[in-house]
């Protein structure tokens, strides 16, 4: 490039060339400015690419770690899901269990009434009946006197008459 601008230099000391050493000179800056942006042109471009490719590695670095939490905590809620199952079925089981054994303590109480009434209604039946007897066996002891007395009456009747 030094021996461009030294080239253009002994130019413009010649005049008749002097248009056509500004043209060129001209040409020279323009080209070195434009080879420059160029540079600079490609420079960025690489710069991009290698942001673009960073960008992608850590937005696909960014997905598994994202994947990884989701499933991470979607395992955490399936314990959890799987745990309150289970208390529930507990529960439900421990509920049917209660309601058994109210059921059957219900059913036992009332066999226990009714076996007792049963004896009592027994005992009072057994009772009435020993009344009854003892005042069956008193009509038929006072039925049997009146007999007694009748015919002793019949038969005092008869001395007395007879």
């Given at each position: ?73 979607y395992e955490i809620f399936e314990n959890k899901v799987g745990k309150l199952e289970k208390r ?75």
């Amino acid at each position: 490039m030094n021996d461009e601008i030294q080239n253009t230099v002994d130019r413009e000391q010649n005049p008749s060339t002097n248009t056509t050493n500004i043209d060129q000179i001209r040409d020279i800056l323009f080209g070195s400015v434009q080879r420059h942006h160029e540079a600079y042109l490609a420079q960025l471009q690489r710069q991009i690419e290698q942001n673009t490719r960073d960008h992608n590695y850590a937005l696909e670095k960014l997905q598994l770690d994202l994947q990884k939490i989701i499933n991470d905590k979607y395992e955490i809620f399936e314990n959890k899901v799987g745990k309150l199952e289970k208390r529930m079925q507990q529960l439900e089981d421990n509920f049917v269990s209660r309601i058994d054994d109210a059921v059957n303590d219900a059913n036992t109480r009332s066999q226990n009434f009714a076996q007792g009434l049963r004896e009592t209604l027994t005992n009072i039946d057994t009772q009435i009946r020993s009344e009854l007897d003892a005042i069956r066996k008193t009509y038929e002891d006072v039925v049997m006197r009146l007999e007694i007395e009748k015919i002793s009456n019949a038969d005092l009747s008869a001395m007395f008459t007879g």
